[in-house]
């Protein structure tokens, strides 16, 4: 099996009677990564995810998924799309059905699966977005969020190896795009290689493995967030600013008031930089406390809220968070969780966080990246 579970070589394409939309665009990724494609607008970023299941046929160079190349007849284009789900942007343009359950079903029934089975992957697709209940809504009475969800879930439904989506925030609320960005990394936990298309830096710095800088039709850059978004000569070069944390680090290291040679990732590592260069540190730690909604009942989880009254939680990730709601609790941290939870360890004090699935190893992982990179070692335990 290749490496690179999709790979694009010397890709051209021009809309008819418009000069090209990509020139010669080659980059390949690698199984499991979180992949961002940035660029301003009229970059090329839709142009080139729809090329990523065979919606667009290049002018020139080729397409591989899992090491092969794409052909354009219906058979394999049928397997490629089974491998390759797409959300567009727009989720009206893809969410047509009559009912929620219709239009989930449609991938699945597409590739021609028993009855059964289909029934099977809508039910998980729905609980995996959080929409179980609307199988009979007609999806334009639903809210633009909720259809975005839809949208995914008819995606999931084809079990896809590489999910594409893009622009998968665009016009959410806050909130919204926040569960929806949640949704794509419990994905990501279970296997799934993620790519997607932004202009928002700030959400590309956080969340992706790797960025793809296009301007113009072209590929400036491939690497990792921190390299992408601190060359000024590119960013200028692709119309973009900076994220804000990498922006104010740049400027403080500028002005000598922080050492060091790593970026920071999160705010968090921010901090303990601006901490560090002001008093040396910090003396006492916090602990974040770990546990596991899937296996948790309602009396043991009221016993963890006993035991420190005082006590801050966070809930990662839908499963987690419609636990929480049918516990009738409100977490006090429903975004940034991580993160939120390493800055109280900083100040002493501790955290329970509330996720399941692959998202627990998540936590721990955030937790090392933030030890290596500060120096402060957040205990994380499991309860
Ligand atoms: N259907 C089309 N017909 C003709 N030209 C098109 C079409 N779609 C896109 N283009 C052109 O191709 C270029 C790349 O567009 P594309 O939509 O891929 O960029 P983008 O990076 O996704 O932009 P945005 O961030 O604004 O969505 C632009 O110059 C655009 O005008």
Known sequence: MSDYVLEF????????NRPPSLKGVSFAIERGKKVAVVGPNGAGKTTLLLMCNGTLVP?????????EEVVYDRAALRRVRSAVGLVF??????????SVYADVAFGPANLRLPEEEVRARVADALFAVGLTGYERRPPHHLSGGERKRVAIAGILAMRPEILVADEPTASLDPATAVEIMDLLDEL???GTTILLST????????????????????????????????????????????????????E???RGLVAGAVPPKGIPEMTQLIAGAAEGGVRSLGRVFLADTDGLTRERFAELCAECPGRRTGAMGTRAKRFCHDAGYLPDYTYG?????????MTGEDTLILTCGGMLDRVELRARVFAEESGVVVPVVRV
């Open 188 to 190: 990501h936990e279970d």
């Open 252 to 254: 403080l290291l500028r």
């Open 337 to 345: 969780v991580v993160d939120k939870c390493l800055l109280s360890a």
């Open 199 to 250: 202009h928002d830096v700030e959400l590309a710095y956080r969340w992706a493995d790797e960025v793809i800088l296009l301007g113009g039709g072209e590929l400036l850059h491939q690497g990792t967030p921190a390299a992408v978004f601190t060359d000024r000569d590119l960013m200028r070069g692709a119309r973009l600013t900076p994220p804000v944390l990498l922006d104010l680090y740049m």
């Open 9 to 16: 070589d010397d890709i051209w394409y021009s809309y008819p």
């Open 89 to 98: 942007q727009n989720s009206d343009a893809q969410v047509f059905a009559p």
């Open 59 to 67: 002018e020139k160079g080729c397409v591989r998924v899992d090491g």
